[in-house]
């Protein structure tokens, strides 16, 4: 079974930084986009970036010019750079694929955004 398990969340001020990694089980990983999404409090779970197996990226509006998505393939390993962080980037953050099905969900790693 493919398993997906996310790192680094934790509680920042505005303004803040914090890297996500999310470390995947199997070999497929250097095959498939990947993306990191985020479900806050009391709403639905989002895409908010991904990456192709080459490397181009898409981001949702809402985290353009802050976020940086990247994936080292040798590490079956995706991260998530997340700079000038706001209180509504606060949310629970899963990584899994867009494109590709039957990855199951990890826990997630919560993000709070607070002063």
């Known amino acids: 079974q493919v398993q997906l398990v996310e790192s680094g969340g934790g509680l920042v001020q505005p303004g803040g930084s914090l890297r996500l990694s999310c470390a995947a089980s199997g070999s497929f990983f250097s095959i498939i986009t990947m993306g990191w999404y985020r479900q806050p409090p009391g709403n639905q779970r989002d895409l908010v970036a991904q990456?192709?197996?080459?490397?181009?990226?898409n981001y949702a509006d809402s985290v353009k010019g802050r976020f940086t998505i990247s994936r080292d393939n040798a590490k079956n390993t995706v991260y998530l750079q997340m700079n000038n962080l706001k209180p509504e980037d606060t949310a629970v953050y899963y990584c899994?694929?867009?494109?590709?099905?039957?990855?199951?969900w990890g826990q997630g790693t919560q993000v709070t955004v607070s002063s």
């Open positions: 899994n694929s867009p494109t590709t099905d039957g990855l199951r």
């Open positions: 990456i192709s197996p080459g490397g181009s990226t």
